[in-house]
Nanobody, 125 residues
Framework: QVQLVESGGELVQAGGSLRLSCAASERTFSCVAMGWFRQAPGKEREFVAAISWSGGNTYYADSVKGRFTISRDNAKNTDLQMNNLKPEDTAVYYC???????????????????WGQGTQVTVSS
């Protein structure tokens, strides 16, 4: 069982940057992709970004494209660099891993098998 722990969330002003990290309890070699999702109060969980196990393929929500970058530095850590943050980026951010998904299925939170507990990101205007 892979356990995921997110860190890096905090209060930041609009236009600022944050780097979220997701540490796995063991090598996530069994996960074909890792993703970041977010959920704001009263809203559904939404896709933010995903990366294939090899790192060769990345996917982004239109709302964050050009501002956020997902990366994997080894088989255990997946990071999300967030630049030019906006108040609408305020949410709890979750890291997730999926054992089997094809193509754009990585955009669907229902396709993920492992989830972290989340880290709060608050962007003030």
């Amino acid at each position: 069982q892979v356990q995921l722990v997110e860190s890096g969330g905090e209060l930041v002003q609009a236009g600022g940057s944050l780097r979220l990290s997701c540490a796995a309890s063991e090598r996530t070699f069994s996960c074909v992709a890792m993703g970041w999702f977010r959920q704001a109060p009263g809203k559904e969980r939404e896709f933010v970004a995903a990366i294939s196990w090899s790192g060769g393929n990345t996917y982004y929500a239109d709302s964050v494209k050009g501002r956020f970058t997902i990366s994997r530095d080894n088989a255990k850590n997946t990071d999300l660099q967030m630049n030019n943050l906006k108040p609408e980026d305020t949410a709890v951010y979750y890291c997730a891993g999926t054992l089997s998904v094809a193509g754009t299925g990585v955009l669907l939170h229902t396709e993920y098998d492992y989830w972290g507990q989340g880290t709060q990101v608050t962007v003030s205007s």
